[in-house]
């Protein structure tokens, strides 16, 4: 059964930095590439990021490029989304996903249950 | 970026009926578009995969159609535990894109 658990989540100043992470099971976690999604509370789906298996192909919104990074760690079935210069608007639950599809990254198959992130002074 | 367009926002219907969900995207995505099923306090689940396809588990009341922009999730005999918010999303270009949501309420 994949399992994927977020932890990081926090209250954290506007301008401000935060690390979130996902412990990955049930599955082979260096074959499959992993998304960060988010929920501003009361919103919608909102992607932010996916990384490849070997960690080499990264992609971003456009909302939080050049302010969050994406990384994995295989060895420790674990994926990583730095986050720095935080916005209000960062405001959110944060989802890690697995992602699968033919010939793609096509859609999120397995979610973890998510955590929160406010941004606030 | 592609939108995914949602009808109608919310759906009143009652145990039993049937439900038409639309989604409706401003280019083709081909056939890569996928439905979610999320509850209040949940995260979302994967119901539908490249338009028709159900995910594991998933009962076959639950049926996705459509092709290129247009998309329909069909869910035949409502149960209680369906009634929640819908989304569809596209994995045909990046960036990868959700619709606004339906929300399926009872009435």
């Known amino acids: 059964e994949v399992q994927l658990e977020e932890s990081g989540g926090d209250l954290v100043q506007p301008g401000g930095s935060l690390g979130l992470s996902c412990a990955a099971s049930g599955f082979t976690f260096s074959g499959s590439a992993m998304s960060w999604v988010r929920q501003a509370p009361g919103k919608g789906l909102e992607w932010v990021s996916t990384l490849s298996g070997g960690g080499f192909n990264t992609y971003y919104a456009d909302s939080v490029k050049g302010r969050f990074t994406i990384s994995r760690d295989n060895s420790k079935n674990t994926l990583y989304l730095q986050m720095n210069s935080l916005r209000a608007e960062d405001t959110a639950v944060y989802y890690c996903?697995?992602?699968?599809?033919?010939?793609?990254?096509?859609?999120?198959?397995?979610w973890g249950q998510g955590t929160l992130v406010t941004v606030s002074s | 970026e592609i939108v995914l367009t949602q009808s109608p926002v919310t759906l009143s219907l009652s145990p039993g009926e049937r439900a038409t969900l639309s989604c409706r995207a401003s280019?083709?995505?081909?056939?890569?578009l996928s439905w979610y099923q999320q509850k209040p306090g949940q995260a979302p689940r994967l119901l539908i995969y490249d338009a028709s396809n159900r995910a594991t588990g998933i009962p076959a009341r639950f049926s996705g159609s459509g092709s290129g922009t247009d998309f329909t999730l069909t869910i035949s005999s409502l149960e209680p535990e369906d009634f929640a918010v819908y989304y569809c999303?596209?994995?045909?270009?990046?960036?990868?894109?959700f619709g606004g949501g339906t929300k399926v309420e009872i009435k």
């Open positions: 996903a697995k992602v699968s599809g033919t010939g793609g990254y096509r859609r999120f198959d397995s």
């Open positions: 280019q083709s995505v081909s056939s890569y």
């Open positions: 999303q596209q994995g045909s270009n990046w960036p990868l894109t």
